[in-house]
Every structure is written in C-alpha cells, then in structure tokens.
C-alpha cells in the first residue's frame, strides 16, 4: 500500500513543477505540458505571432516565462475555442494590445471548472504540509 501513495505523491511534485511561478524560465517541452500543445506547434506559433517571442539562452534554447505562457493560452484560446484562423487571431491580439497595451490577460474561465481551481489549491496545501 505504500506504493501507490508514493506514487500519488510523485503526481503532485510533478503537477507542482508545471505550475507557473514556480520558476522564472520554463523549457518548450514543459510549456507544451502545461498548455497540452506539442512542442512544433509552439516552434509554428512563434513564427506566426510576433507577440510570442521567448527568450534564448545562450545555448539557443527556448525560454518561456509567465507571460509568454499567457501568450500560448491566449492564443489557444483564440484557435481553438473561439474558431479564429491564423491571421485572424494575430489580428485580434493585435486590437487587444491596441485597446489596453498592459492588459492581456486569460479569462477566468479559461478554466473549464472552477471547482479545478479547488482542487489544485488544495493538493498545493497538502504539498506544503509536508514539505
């Protein structure tokens, strides 16, 4: 019985670890976790929109910070839930930075249930506990 708890456990670190604050710079594959977009439709996605520039190391690898990851989502959102095409959500993006410069933020109800929120909070609580 101690296994699956282990493993639970593991869950939660890992889920931990793909939360945004968590650190400053996640890689393409970690932003591809958190948004559940692979890895080359990022890599298209930055070609296509000049408002999701990541920063490079200097190793030339992708850098991802939070506001690059509201990026992602916003044009997620604007793809695929909205229905926009290519052109026109770099469009849109467009009028809403014309609109309020600073404000580009993702709806709260980007998230399908609010009671999901809940639930991270509190697996984030446990995980503190027993840190």
């Known amino acids: 019985m101690i296994e699956p708890v282990a493993q639970k456990n593991k869950e939660k670190t890992k889920a931990l670890k793909r939360l945004p604050g968590t650190k400053v710079y996640h890689n393409i594959r970690e932003v591809g976790e958190m948004t559940s977009l692979k890895p080359y439709v990022l890599r298209f996605w930055e070609s296509e929109f000049p408002q999701l520039r990541p920063r490079l190391s200097r190793g030339g690898r992708r850098q991802y910070q939070l506001d ?19 052109a026109g959500a770099r469009t849109r993006l467009a009028e809403i930075r014309e609109q309020d410069p600073d404000q580009m933020e993702i709806p709260f109800n980007q998230f399908r249930e609010r009671s999901q929120l809940g639930q991270i909070i509190e697996d984030l609580r446990v995980m503190l506990k027993s840190l």
């Open 68 to 86: 690059d990851i509201k990026m992602v989502l916003m044009i997620k959102k604007l793809l695929y839930e909205d229905g926009f095409t290519i």
